[in-house]
């Protein structure tokens, strides 16, 4: 192997490790554990939901949430790239947002273009939009944390903006 290839090789070597290593981990961030949320409307998995966990004491400061797959499950993370949740107990809020009436591509791609962006509507009953009022907790442990919720009836209730 003459100098410019080997060169090369660890060239390539060094721009392929660099580009797979994951995240390094924020000083501070707790041990975390697998977490996965099922979340039921009427029965039916219920997909573009989005879940967070909110320490219930406030000891957790993390951000911790997800969002909901086609088959209703939220894969939790916490800081937005750690999969998994620290220990504790959380309150469980669980909100799905639509937006009603958006603009089509075409619209958006013209520069001159100030008609509406749409309505936003909230599709998940609004106790479970709070730490204060929703129901559900969770309490994460060492070990795999799997737990379902059913969210009731579908609403449709227009996103309030203060």
Known sequence: MNKHTLL????????????????KKPDGLPTLYPCEIVVKQEGAPLTGATVMLLSEDNSVSWTVGGGTNDAGVARIFTHGDFAGAPLGRYKVTITKNVIENSPTPEQLSNPNFSGPMGEAYDYVDLQYKTKDS?????????????????????????????
Not at 8 to 23: H, Q, R, Y
Not at 139 to 148: L, R, S, V, Y
């Open 8 to 23: 090369f090789s660890l060239l390539v070597f060094a721009l392929f490790s660099a580009g797979c290593s994951s995240k």
């Open 134 to 162: 929703t129901p559900l907790n969770i309490e994460i442990t060492a070990g795999k944390n799997t737990q379902e919720y059913e969210v009731g009836a579908p609403i449709r209730e227009r996103v309030k903006i203060l």
